[in-house]
């Protein structure tokens, strides 16, 4: 497997790895966090690894993939206006297969729905079904009586603009992986509360579109969700990425 590290058009090498990397929050990019750390990880030798195991749990073939940190996605027509979305990393294969990925440590997956539909729809006149957090939950949620006021509102668009990529570059199959990093990391304040409240956002949110077997099948598209929890240590702090690296 080939992994070919790009930011806006351009190989990322030893000496602009940090740049190319590191969100527009710049308060996001310190040791323990995950911003840095899937930086760190994707350095790794263990990264390749993971991604293998991850495509064969889905049965899908092992390929070369273009990897581009904070890729910028489109939700597609008929979401509204709101702005494209921003992978943590998206991972282009040569064969048939999307994987936009979402690491965390404690952060959120962003406001819960019921929050972010509040805020929306004061654009519309209180119309929510004009909203994007409107049109998001009918595209996802296979019952109109799911709950889904509490889940954040992240899983919902990384879902959407994951499946968007695929539908672009015209693939048949994409996987969404949340990496959850463990370990030696910053816990922050009320670590086990926000890492509960993450645990559950995922475990309704698949309940809520449909999830069997791993995986939806929407607009053409095979589209699995993944979790994985990644004991991170000292053994690939100091590795930066390495362009072209086969494994």
């Given at each position: 497997m080939r992994l070919t590290f790009i930011k806006e058009n351009a190989e990322i090498t030893n000496d602009n790895w940090e740049k190319s990397w590191s969100p527009k929050e710049k308060k996001q990019w310190k040791d323990g966090r995950s911003s840095k750390e899937l930086a760190k990880f994707a350095s790794s030798e263990y990264f390749p690894s993971l991604i293998s195991q991850v495509l064969k749990s889905c049965g899908i073939a092992e390929q070369n993939f273009e990897c581009t940190p904070e890729a910028k996605s489109s939700l597609g027509k008929g979401f509204q206006k709101g702005g494209c979305r921003n992978h943590d990393l998206l991972m282009e294969g040569d064969k048939d297969c999307i994987i936009g990925i979402e690491a965390k440590v404690s952060e959120s997956f962003d406001e819960d729905m019921e929050k972010m539909l509040d805020k929306q729809k004061k654009k519309y006149n209180d119309n929510e079904t004009k909203t994007r957090a409107y049109k998001l939950r009918r595209y996802l949620v296979k019952e109109d009586n799911q709950d889904v006021d509490k889940i954040g509102y992240q899983l919902f668009t990384a879902t959407r603009a994951t499946?968007?990529?695929?539908?672009?570059?015209?693939?048949?199959?994409?996987?969404?992986?949340?990496?959850?990093?463990?370990?030696?990391?910053?816990?922050?304040?009320?670590?086990?509360?926000?890492?509960?409240?993450?645990?559950?956002?995922?475990?309704?949110?698949?309940?809520?579109?449909?999830?069997?077997?791993?995986?939806?099948?929407?607009?053409?598209?095979?589209?699995?969700?993944?979790?994985?929890?990644?004991?991170?240590?000292?053994?690939?702090?100091?590795?930066?990425?390495?362009?072209?690296?086969?494994?």
């Amino acid at each position: 497997m080939r992994l070919t590290f790009i930011k806006e058009n351009a190989e990322i090498t030893n000496d602009n790895w940090e740049k190319s990397w590191s969100p527009k929050e710049k308060k996001q990019w310190k040791d323990g966090r995950s911003s840095k750390e899937l930086a760190k990880f994707a350095s790794s030798e263990y990264f390749p690894s993971l991604i293998s195991q991850v495509l064969k749990s889905c049965g899908i073939a092992e390929q070369n993939f273009e990897c581009t940190p904070e890729a910028k996605s489109s939700l597609g027509k008929g979401f509204q206006k709101g702005g494209c979305r921003n992978h943590d990393l998206l991972m282009e294969g040569d064969k048939d297969c999307i994987i936009g990925i979402e690491a965390k440590v404690s952060e959120s997956f962003d406001e819960d729905m019921e929050k972010m539909l509040d805020k929306q729809k004061k654009k519309y006149n209180d119309n929510e079904t004009k909203t994007r957090a409107y049109k998001l939950r009918r595209y996802l949620v296979k019952e109109d009586n799911q709950d889904v006021d509490k889940i954040g509102y992240q899983l919902f668009t990384a879902t959407r603009a994951t499946i968007n990529s695929a539908i672009y570059n015209k693939k048949k199959k994409c996987i969404v992986l949340v990496i959850v990093f463990e370990g030696e990391i910053d816990k922050g304040n009320q670590y086990e509360e926000k890492v509960a409240k993450n645990n559950k956002d995922f475990v309704e949110f698949c309940k809520a579109i449909g999830v069997q077997d791993g995986k939806i099948k929407i607009d053409g598209i095979e589209c699995w969700i993944k979790k994985v929890s990644v004991n991170i240590s000292k053994s690939y702090t100091d590795k930066v990425l390495i362009k072209n690296q086969s494994f």
